[in-house]
């Protein structure tokens, strides 16, 4: 399903903006850029760039005391995704009951030659790249269109990163791969360097965002993309609650292993020392909140060490730990919401069963 929506037309312009006077501006718009080594057969090897390097134990301790400190208990969604929660959530997007990321591949396959004839020549930037398995499909199609694609990938871990910059070298010869270690709140600085610009925050990653983290996403979203620049989002709609919550709780106990594994991580790397037999994985779906809810449920009382701080904290039997939320969306809802922040819908796509959906957004012009 295919709606299109009126949005501000694109205006030639270069890529090289800010202010006259600011000698840091001057010098990057004149200096060159480097030249890349290229491959047999044309290929481009990959680059690599650093925002910022993986979170230090004692940052990994503060984080964790301020969440298990709190009412109701909380752990940061990012620290679920150590390398082998990275492996967990890709075997988690292949699971039967596990719908978005097949849904959102489909839709991208059917639309990837639509949108590069919407956006034309632009650099594409993912935010939260992971393995890149969906990109194929944008890839393929702005290759072909413009013979030349330049993709800048951004990811908090370095291997999925080179795993998936070998794999599209590979496939794509005429793709330009950079590759960015960072968070993707680190990377809005990347915008103006790369405009005119096609920002991808697929997988439905605004939903883990909860409303006050979402305004100030959007916020520098539209602070850092230039007029004209394009964001393609891809949201998990609102549907059967069913549905959604065997998406969360798999048949394999994929989900729940996910789960555990950040107190895994937290044994490892904090000698917390918890029983993670009697730590479960919980699903649900508020509907008020529109949003799946996954908690880690203590089924015994546990003292919970965390040694770089030399504290320990008690979590009683039957208590609660929220690890990740993921917020479903409804589309008119979210165009009119996008709005405020200066995007205007350029087309939706969704599946037939309108469960996914991918938004082409725009920074509009400035008045």
Same mark, same amino acid.
């Given at each position: 399903m295919v709606w299109h929506y009126d949005g501000p037309s694109r205006r030639g312009r270069s890529s090289c903006r800010g202010r006259p006077s600011n000698p840091r501006?001057?010098?990057?718009?004149?200096?060159?850029?480097?030249?890349v080594p290229s491959r047999p057969g044309g290929a481009t090897a990959p680059q690599i760039e650093r925002l910022s390097s993986a979170p230090s134990r004692l940052e990994f301790a503060r984080d964790v005391a301020a969440g298990l400190?709190?009412?109701?208990?909380?752990?940061?969604?990012?620290?679920?995704?150590? #390398?082998r929660g990275s492996a967990l959530f890709e075997e988690i997007c292949r699971l039967p009951e596990y719908y978005p990321t097949r849904t959102e591949s489909a839709i991208l396959a059917a639309h990837a030659e639509a949108l590069a004839e919407i956006t034309g020549p632009v650099t594409l930037v993912e935010l939260g790249s992971g393995s890149a398995v969906k990109t194929h499909h944008l890839l393929r199609a702005y290759g072909a269109a413009l013979h030349r694609v330049h993709y800048v990938s951004i990811d908090v871990s370095e291997a999925a990163l080179a795993d998936a910059a070998e794999r599209i070298v590979t496939q794509h010869p005429a793709v330009r791969v950079t590759s960015v270690v960072g968070r993707y709140e680190e990377a809005f600085q990347l915008f103006g360097r790369y405009s005119p610009c096609l920002v991808l925050f697929l997988g &439905? @990653?605004?939903?883990?965002?909860?409303? #006050?983290? &979402?305004?100030?996403?959007?916020?520098?979203? !539209?602070?850092?993309?230039?007029?004209?620049?394009?964001?393609?989002?891809?949201?998990?709609?609102? =549907?059967d609650p069913q549905v959604l919550e065997r998406a969360y709780n798999d048949a394999a106990g994929v989900s729940a292993e996910f789960t555990r594994n950040v107190f895994r991580r937290m044994n490892r790397e904090l000698d917390a020392g918890l029983d993670l037999d009697a730590i479960e994985?919980?699903?649900?779906?508020? !509907? !008020?909140? %529109?949003?799946?809810?996954?908690?880690?449920?203590?089924?015994?009382? %546990?003292?919970?060490?965390?040694?770089?701080?030399?504290? @320990?904290?008690?979590?009683? !039997?039957?208590?609660?730990?929220?690890?990740e939320i993921s *917020? =479903?969306?409804?589309? *008119?809802?979210?165009?009119?919401?996008? #709005?405020?922040?200066?995007?205007?819908?350029?087309?939706?796509?969704?599946?037939?069963?309108?469960?996914?959906?991918v938004l082409l957004l725009q920074r509009k012009e400035e008045s």
């Open positions: 501006w001057l010098a990057r718009c004149l200096i060159p850029r480097t030249l400190s709190d009412v109701p208990r909380w752990l940061p969604s990012r620290f679920l995704y150590d #390398a &439905s @990653t605004i939903g883990n965002l909860n409303h #006050a983290e &979402s305004m100030v996403f959007w916020d520098r979203v !539209a602070e850092h993309l230039a007029p004209g620049d394009f964001f393609l989002l891809g949201v998990d709609l609102v =549907k994985h919980v699903a649900r779906y508020n !509907a !008020a909140w %529109q949003r799946i809810e996954i908690s880690a449920r203590f089924r015994n009382g %546990q003292a919970v060490r965390i040694a770089p701080l030399e504290t @320990t904290i008690d979590i009683g !039997a039957g208590e609660m730990v929220m690890t *917020r =479903k969306f409804e589309v *008119r809802r979210l165009v009119n919401y996008v #709005a405020c922040f200066g995007l205007a819908a350029r087309a939706i796509y969704t599946d037939p069963r309108r469960w996914f959906g």
